[in-house]
């Protein structure tokens, strides 16, 4: 681990009065799973959205490997290689898982001419194909990607971000809607996906026993504020965030 | 690859068709050049409002844009537009064969250039919207630029322009204009066809699918989208330069821009035939013009009612059209299967 991949510093944003961050720091540390947690409403996807570009934040600053990236927009900070995945999946639904994988490469260096580049090398092909194999849809390569399940389609749509190759990814609720065998399949991927690969990963949950398991820091969100950062231990045994859980307010 | 085979030979019914039916039904020539034009309106449709999802109401607009340019040109190389257009068709001017030839070959590719142009220059405007909103404001688009055109007396205004006759019997020169249709709706199918087997298709298609997904993976989103309207609108343009000299006379309302018949066509013709699909736009346009020519025959009066009433029953009961329908009922025609092996490597997996 050498130093923060994603630095966040000081930022807030508010939706009319309603206040989702307010000047929340959190650092992901580079090659590491830093997990992200909180009750309900505490403005966990927002500080997603806040990263990637999605809307621009009210103060603070994001930077990406030393680049200030809170004025970028989507695209250009995903092709950077900070990816994020939906809390709502979203695949592409009529198309077939294949075409979902090939068209999920990287875009990082693209000219004007790859516009019409040629899909089907075979080096992308397997690539794809290893991939899907890894999360176990190598089966259902050339079925229309709507018409999995739910959690197939969650598990497509982790290949995807995958087939990018990127830096840093962004899970929001990998694990929801998941059955509990298929989790444990999950989180070993996950966890897989972060040795072979090295992509780092910055994940929010809220199935403890998973984040416990899967995280090396944690950082604990409550009505937009930072409340704890630490170990899985020291977050756990925090009584702010068991407070803020329980809601003994 | 099987699919291969029944692309190639579909083309060869298409271009067979083409070349028999002129010579052994001249009559038909006509017809069968509006066809092709159709078949082309249709297709290039598909690209931005099938395989993109974004409904154009207003690709007409490339069409008369195309159609006008190359009025333009092919009178400007030999006279003055604004002097002749003045006139209202009472100067005569005499194009030589040579003149006539250059004019026509250089206002074709100027339409279909003039119009991509148009194209890259409105596109990143009118595809920041999205759903109903791009399809109203296309259509507003196609509305405006003929209301434009209009007032604009440089072209001749309302009263519009008289094109260049043909040199030689008015016979050939139907020929002429049938087989460049022809040409037109054979080239941009087998383009657009191509074009779909590169990321370019995979791109559009994931557009369609989900946007914001697509942002959030970083494509290019803007540039596959204008390109998207560019393809057809280069196609369209040549097009309209080449239906305006086979009309001979053209003007913003019922030839140039002709937004409530061809410009709605070729959306019915592509939802007919299944929109999304390689082959369903033709076998829309080609049904369709059927349907409307007999019913024109057979239903004066009614005609209108027919074409409606396929529209709507179309729209309603049967939004995928006829491909579409041909999909979902037998998906492993299409390639949807499932893959007996689960490994890359093929070993099943008998142990578990």
């Known amino acids: 681990m050498s130093g923060s991949l994603i630095e966040v510093r000081g930022v807030s944003k508010s939706f009319g009065g309603v206040v989702a961050n307010k000047e929340v720091s959190i650092d992901v540390a ?44 989507v695209p250009d900070i995903a092709r950077l290689g900070l990816l994020r995945t939906f ?46 194999e890894f999360v176990g849809l190598y089966q259902k390569r050339f079925l229309i990607a709507g018409e999995l399940s739910f959690g197939q389609q969650k598990l497509l749509e982790f290949a995807m971000a995958l087939m990018n190759r990127p830096k840093v990814l962004l899970l929001d609720e990998p694990t929801a809607g998941i059955n509990p065998t298929l989790i444990n399949g999950l989180i070993d991927r996950l966890k897989r996906a972060n040795e072979q690969f090295g992509i780092t990963l910055f994940v929010i949950e809220h199935n403890m026993r998973v984040i416990m398991n899967l995280a090396d820091r944690i950082s604990c969100l409550a009505h937009g504020e930072l409340l704890a950062t630490g170990t899985p231990d020291e977050v756990q045994n925090d009584p702010r965030v068991v407070e803020a859980y329980l809601g003994a307010h | 690859m099987s699919a291969q085979k029944l692309d190639l030979s579909l083309y060869g019914v298409l271009v067979a068709a083409g070349i028999l039916v002129p010579l052994l039904a001249p009559a038909f020539t006509s017809q069968m050049a509006i066809l092709w034009l159709m078949v082309l309106m249709a297709v290039t ?13 207003g690709n007409i607009a490339f069409f008369g844009i195309g159609m006008y340019a190359s009025a333009v040109v092919q009178i400007g190389i030999v006279y003055d537009v604004a002097e002749y257009t003045a006139a209202f068709g009472a100067i005569k001017v005499d194009f030589t064969v040579e003149q006539y030839w250059t004019g026509l070959l250089l206002g074709i590719g100027f339409g279909g250039v003039v119009a991509t142009v148009f194209a890259l220059i409105i596109g990143p405007f009118m595809l920041g919207l999205r759903g109903p909103y791009f399809a109203i404001g296309t259509l507003g688009l196609a509305v405006a630029v003929a209301e434009l055109v209009s007032g604009w007396s440089y072209v001749g205004g309302g009263s519009g322009i008289s094109m260049p006759v043909f040199p030689g019997e ?96 070729m959306v019915a013709m592509a939802l007919l035939g299944g929109k999304g699909t390689v082959w369903g736009p033709v076998l829309g346009a080609i049904l369709f013009h ?8 057979h239903l004066l009066g009614w005609q209108w009612v027919a074409l409606g009433a396929i529209i709507i029953i179309n729209i309603v009961y049967f939004q995928q059209g006829i491909l579409g329908w041909a999909q979902d009922r037998w998906p492993s025609l299409f390639g949807v299967t499932v893959d007996e092996k689960t490994t890359r490597t093929g070993q099943a997996e008998a142990a578990k």
């Open chain 1, 30 to 73: 580079e090659g590491g799973i830093t997990g992200l947690i909180g009750p309900n409403g505490s403005g966990k996807t927002t500080l997603f959205n806040s990263i990637v570009g999605y809307h621009p934040i009210d103060e603070g600053s994001i930077k990406f490997k030393g680049q200030e990236i809170s004025r970028l927009r």
């Open chain 2, 170 to 265: 008015a016979a050939s020169g139907s020929q002429v204009f049938y087989v460049l249709l022809f040409v037109l709706a054979i080239l941009a199918h087998v383009v657009i066809r191509a074009i779909y087997k590169t990321r370019f298709g995979l791109a559009i298609n994931a557009i369609r699918d989900d946007e914001d997904k697509a942002e959030a993976m970083g494509i290019h989103t803007t540039r596959y989208k204008v390109t998207a309207w560019m393809v057809p609108a280069f196609f369209m343009g040549m097009a309209g330069a080449v239906f305006g000299n086979m009309s001979g006379f053209i003007e913003p309302l019922e030839v140039a821009f002709p937004t409530a018949t061809f410009g709605i066509f």
């Open chain 2, 290 to 297: 059927i349907v409307k020519e007999v019913t024109w025959t």
């Open chain 1, 87 to 132: 809390q709502q999946t979203r695949i592409y639904s009529k198309m077939d898982c294949m075409k979902n994988m090939l068209i999920s490469v990287s875009h990082r260096d693209e000219g004007l001419g790859s516009m019409f580049g040629s899909m089907h090398d075979r080096e992308t092909e397997a690539f794809a194909e290893e991939l899907l």
């Open chain 2, 45 to 57: 449709w598909d690209m931005t409002g099938g395989q993109m999802g974004y409904n154009s109401l």
